[in-house]
Every structure is written in structure tokens, then in C-alpha cells.
């Protein structure tokens, strides 16, 4: 399997794409940081503030489940995929193409 240049998948696969691709509705938006209810546990309360999200270092964090990291490894936890399935998925439904690592075309032989 080819291998993913995930500094450009992080650059291209943003935080802001992730949550609008779930719906995501935050309680508080200051400027590029949000706070809401935790998208990773359908259980918490709506009027929860646990999740932090800051859209413009791409970074997320919830102060209940200590889940955390960024734009692919939420997609990643959401989808419970590995992250290597997880960009292949995300990259499908923004329809992007996916950031392959240079030189993992077909004349590849390693
Ligand atoms: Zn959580």
C-alpha cells in the first residue's frame, strides 16, 4: 500500500472540514477556537463544554474522554479507523485527492 504524506494531509484535511463532515454544532466559537460537547461520545450533554477545538493550529482536545490530537486523528477516532484508512476515507467524502507520498507512484520499488 502506497504511503501517505500525512504533513500534507494535515495541512489539507482541516479541523473545520472534519466537524462540518459530522455536523458538528459548538456551544461557544471564539474566533478559531471552539467549545461543545464531545463529537467522539454521542452520550454527553449538548449544553456540554468538554471538547476544545481550535480550527486554526488544527487541534483538538476534550477535557472528559482525553481524547485528543488533530484533524486526521479525530476523523480517525469517529470512524474508528486506523489512520492510514481514516485519511483514504476523509480524502473520499471532501473529495480531495489524496496526498500521496512523492515518488509512490507505480515506478516505486521499494
Ligand atoms: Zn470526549
Redesign the pocket.
Known amino acids: 500500500m502506497p504511503a501517505i504524506d500525512y504533513r500534507r494531509a494535515r495541512a489539507e484535511l482541516g479541523l473545520a472540514a472534519v466537524l462540518a463532515l459530522v455536523g458538528y454544532r459548538p456551544r461557544r466559537c471564539q474566533g478559531p477556537q471552539w467549545r461543545g460537547p464531545?463529537p467522539?461520545?454521542g452520550a454527553?450533554s449538548p449544553d456540554s463544554r468538554?471538547?476544545a477545538a481550535h480550527l486554526g493550529k488544527n487541534l483538538f482536545y476534550?477535557f472528559?474522554?482525553?481524547?485528543g490530537g488533530n484533524a486526521l486523528d479525530l476523523w480517525a477516532a469517529l470512524r474508528r479507523l486506523p489512520l492510514h484508512a481514516a485519511v483514504l476515507d476523509l480524502c473520499q467524502r471532501l473529495h480531495q485527492p489524496v496526498p500521496w507520498l512523492d515518488g509512490a507512484g507505480p515506478g516505486r520499488h521499494d
Open positions: 464531545c467522539l461520545r454527553h468538554s471538547f476534550c472528559c474522554c482525553g481524547a
